[in-house]
């Protein structure tokens, strides 16, 4: 069992209703397919994303604020900096295994299963992992966090209050062993808080307060009944600014093979994220930028500069555009749009630092697709094209068609033709689709 039953979360259960969020569902049935067509177990970014988004929630819930609320290189901001990467790294061992059970799936021992056969395997291996467990690592997120946030105030305070007391709730759900700690008293640079600073299990519902020097009086070792706490737990959370033990089964069951390739993908996706929060912050203090917003369980960043020029008549596509890219963990920034040269074309503004341009795509024709690449390649900057569909209807094969005809421009050498880095294409506000060239 992954997670035994704990004795503490028997009727104060933190993430009661906690569910598994729309992301990671729609993640887990495109991963099924993918799956079942080709048989792969790469990373799937989508539902790394997802699943980290989830729990990041709730880190900032245990925190009580997130990496976007506090000043950059701060206390605050390193620890919540480095919860990220944990929780990033955690969410990615998670999905490995995830991912494992449902290649193992496709077969019943010798015999291939239909996909009907297949998807409810995966349903049953998408309650477990999404179910019970998710309940508990939520809540494990909210009391590592928690003990993140106060050990940075013990520390501010440590001067003028340098005492720290064990609290445990003390009821018919607490665990003996932690029982056995309440009340105990230890300044705060003693070693003791390495081992026994909550959470101390699964579910853990312990906490420590600060008291100030009068109220001091320090418990003395010898009469500390040494409780049992897992190894894993045997950590300060706070201090050394994670939300899951290096010894969880997810982290010391992943191959060697994968371990390196997995530690690349967090590490290029929390680097990601920090700059768009540092970037956020800079945005939000900056009077020339108006709706400045930043997600920190996806790294999606927006923002418009005041001197964008939204098109009249279709305006609202430009800002589906910009949702759809904000929602899928893109930094999409609007520019200005004025200067004193005149003739000169603008771009939209940078999309994950690179300059992008839409067109839209009201009819889903070759024809009509052939003209809003042109359209995008007419900004001679453009790095990456944008198409809209704001009547849906998105066809992957009419899109290729059309962008055989686009690249055919190449050799005319009379200027309607230009080469772009990616083709991102959006139905309503989703990105739908996305091509890197």
Known sequence: MLYPPSPCCGTLPIAAGISVSKDVAEAIERAAREIYETGSTDVQMDLLRATASQLIGAVKKGYGMGINDVAYNSPDWETLAKITENVYSFSAAKNYHELRDMTDALRDGDRIRSFEEFRKAVEEIDAKYNGNWLRTEYNQAIAASQCGARWNEFKRNAKAMPMLQYQAVMDSNTREDHARLNGVKKRVDDPFWDIYMPPNGWGCRCEVIQLPSSAAKETPSEKIIPPQVPKMFQINFGKHGIAF?????????????????????????????????????????????????????????????????????????????????????????????KSNVIGERFTEGLWDNCSFEIASCETVTENNILRGLKHCASKKTTEIAVLHYPNGGFDQEILEKAIKRYNGLEKLHDGQYLEFSKIICVEYDCIIFEMDL
């Open 245 to 337: 033990p290096a010894g969880h089964a997810y982290f010391k069951r992943l191959p060697k093979e994968y371990e390196y390739k997995l530690k690349e993908t967090t590490r290029e996706e929390v680097r990601r994220i920090l700059d768009n929060a540092q970037e956020y912050q800079r945005l939000k203090a900056d009077k020339d930028y108006t709706d400045v917003d930043f997600d920190w369980g996806n790294g999606g960043l927006k923002a418009t500069h005041k001197d964008h020029n939204f098109d009249k008549a279709k305006g609202t596509y430009e800002k589906d555009v910009q949702k759809a890219g904000f929602k899928k963990g893109r930094s999409v920034i609007f520019g200005a749009e």
